[in-house]
């Protein structure tokens, strides 16, 4: 009987340290310190950003932490998205629609009806044109390929992959304008191809822009640089698109090791504050700092569904 008691003992321990880190639910309770600075970042954003300063970067951070939007949340959300994009007033660039079709997924809305407008015949009509920049070609692809919204869609997307893969510099990388590769915009475009890695010419494509952010942006110190025209300090947005580019195209950044075996991820987090906040410059307060802890945020996202093996952010 002693025996038996001790097995039964023994077993339960077992069960015991194998629910460790085990919600009720039977969802791992996220412990990782990337985690971590997630739900702070997304807590930051919930509850110190101005509400009308609120948008759909904001909206995607917090709707992809690991504790997703509460419902609570998305009223305030939806709430502020929609005033955002009452007062464009009709005028729509590619990237308006774009940034408002991510911020409707975010919060559960159908972009194919959104305020009263078609977001998805909006990119399909606007992202394609030589007016849209590269910026309006890239998140045109990510936003069109978060569901497959039909053969139109589909079709704009190939044309818009492949305006992007033509416009790859010789280096590996993309800029908004010049020759001169953008760290920040290299990281965007390959979070957008690595969404169709089966399309012609973007394996190629991605495995250039790796190369070059690997063997010619990464620094010692963990950060990304290419010196450029507005590119020359380390700063987290830079080191975020890095991150989240990498990531999405299944780079394992944890074997990129800086001084003292510094990873990106790690370096990354360094520019988050006890608020949850991240800094734009290294050891300053100055600058964007809205925007740095939004891509920061849902940079780190990124790289927890690459861990997770859970593929883009974007997909819906």
């Not at 078609?118 to 394609?128: D, H, M, R």
């Not at 304008?177 to 290299?186: C, E, F, L, N, Q």
């Not at 790796?210 to 963990?222: E, H, M």
Request: with cysteine; glycine share 8%; charged share 15%.
């Amino acid at each position: 009987m002693v025996k038996g008691k001790k097995l039964l003992y023994g077993l339960l321990s077992v069960c015991a340290t194998a629910l460790v880190g085990v919600s009720l639910s039977g969802v791992t309770t996220p412990t990782a310190s990337y985690t971590k600075a997630i739900n702070a970042g997304a807590s930051y954003i919930k509850t110190k950003t101005t509400k009308s300063d609120l948008d759909a970067w904001d909206a995607l951070a917090v709707k992809r932490s690991p504790y997703g939007m509460s419902s609570k949340a998305k009223a305030v959300f939806k709430k502020e998205l929609a005033a955002h994009f009452k007062s464009l007033d009709g005028h729509y660039s590619a990237v308006d629609y774009e940034r408002s079709m991510i911020g409707a997924l975010s919060i559960g809305s159908n972009p194919e009806k959104y305020e009263s407008t078609n977001l998805v015949s909006g990119i399909i009509k606007t992202a394609p044109k030589s007016n849209a920049g590269i910026n309006g070609k890239i998140w045109g692809i990510t936003a069109l390929s978060s569901k497959n919204y039909g053969s139109k869609s589909n079709a704009a997307v190939k044309t818009l992959v492949s305006q992007v893969v033509k416009a790859q510099n010789s280096a590996g990388g993309w800029a908004i304008s010049g020759t001169a590769s953008d760290v920040d915009v290299t990281g965007m475009a390959l979070m957008a191809l690595s969404m169709h890695k089966s399309y012609s010419g973007v394996k190629t494509a991605i495995s250039k822009a790796t190369s070059l952010l690997k063997n010619k942006a990464y620094q010692k110190s963990g950060d990304f640089i290419i010196a450029s025209a507005f590119t020359t300090k380390a700063n987290s947005d830079s080191n975020a698109m890095a991150l989240a580019g990498l990531s999405a195209a299944g780079v394992n950044t944890d074997t990129y090791k800086g001084t003292s075996s510094i990873t990106p991820v790690k370096r990354l987090m360094k520019f988050q504050k006890s608020t949850g906040q991240f800094r734009w410059l290294w050891n300053s307060n100055t600058g964007a700092l809205h925007m740095s802890t939004q891509q920061a945020t849902y940079a780190l996202e990124q790289y927890r569904n690459y861990k997770l093996h859970k593929g883009s952010i974007f997909s819906f």
